[in-house]
């Protein structure tokens, strides 16, 4: 059953704008037609169309979707090469369960992300939202604006990071050594991999470093391995 954003109330719920064009014209569906509608934090229903026009869609709630939410909040801190790596990270994090995503500006980024980064939120939002249906889970990721590596490792947050040099450390210690913590951030370099120095500013803010496993994967794939070792 197809899935889509919707505003969700007590007994109804409205799909509104591209989301409700998507409903009509694209899907066909019809009055009286069931449904499956999530708003993104985790509400998840079956319902009913009781009531479509141009670009608004009403409906009625059924019955509520039982909530799978991962064990970890994952927060993937990742410096992305390209558009097409980034909005890549975007659809398969999504897919795993990341709760948020932060693209970041590191040492040896070759991608300007902070660039005009708001006129590109609306299609990372929509590649998510696109994954949410694919993968049919009720929650949709945050993506937290862009920043530099030196002030996202500032926060306080148990976290760890993908060292190419680091050949003990795994997954799995770095989650036992932080205590299973429920909230959870990792970072992921470029290409090119971190400084010295970055990961020296790393160990200052009680950021492990952890193993992927014995071959330099590309920065993408780092990503996705993370997050479904975590996940």
């Not at 050949?167 to 299973?180: D, P």
Request: hydrophobic fraction near 40%; aromatic fraction near 8%; proline fraction near 5%.
């Amino acid at each position: 059953m197809s899935q889509y954003l919707a505003d969700i109330k007590e007994t109804e719920f409205f799909i509104m704008d591209e989301e409700a064009h998507h409903v009509c014209t694209v899907a066909r569906c019809k009055e009286g037609e069931e449904i499956t509608v999530f708003n993104g934090k985790g509400l998840q229903y079956t319902g009913r169309i009781e009531r479509i026009q141009k670009n608004f869609v009403r409906g009625s709630l059924l019955k509520k979707v039982p909530l799978r939410r991962p064990a970890v909040e994952l927060e993937l801190f990742f410096a992305p090469n390209s558009r097409t790596g980034l909005e890549e990270v975007l659809d398969k994090g999504t897919q795993l369960g990341v709760a948020a995503f932060c693209p970041i500006v590191t040492a040896r980024t070759e991608y300007d992300v902070l660039k005009r980064w708001e006129d590109k939120f609306p299609r990372w939002r929509q590649i998510m939202l696109s994954a949410c249906k694919q993968c049919n889970t009720p929650l949709l990721p945050e993506i937290y604006e862009p920043v530099t590596f030196l002030h996202a490792v500032q926060d306080k947050i148990p976290s760890l990071i993908t060292y190419e040099a680091e050949e003990t450390h795994t997954v799995s210690w770095g989650l036992e050594k932080l205590c299973a913590p429920k909230r959870l951030r990792v970072y992921v370099g470029p290409a090119g991999g971190w400084t010295d120095e970055e990961i020296v500013i790393a160990a200052q803010y009680g950021i492990l470093p952890i193993t992927l496993g014995v071959n330099i994967l590309r920065a993408e794939t780092a990503c996705i391995a993370a997050a479904a070792k975590i996940l």
